[in-house]
């Protein structure tokens, strides 16, 4: 089962931290770039990981 309260945590921390990183420069966007996009497929990435990580 999905922890959507975590997943939304996860996400929340995500997208401040892309957020810093294009204030400072440091990751390039184009136009059509969706940083909310990038957020959630990161966020889920970390969520499936730490749940394998408690299943281990």
């Given at each position: ?13 995500v997208k401040a931290m892309i957020k810093d ?10 136009p059509s770039s969706c940083v909310d996009c ?19």
């Amino acid at each position: 089962m999905v922890n959507y309260i975590l997943l939304y945590k996860i996400k929340k921390k995500v997208k401040a931290m892309i957020k810093d990183k294009l204030a400072l420069g440091e990751i390039a966007t184009t136009p059509s770039s969706c940083v909310d996009c990038l957020a959630t497929d990161l966020s889920w990435e970390i969520y499936y990981l730490m749940k394998e990580k408690t299943e281990a």
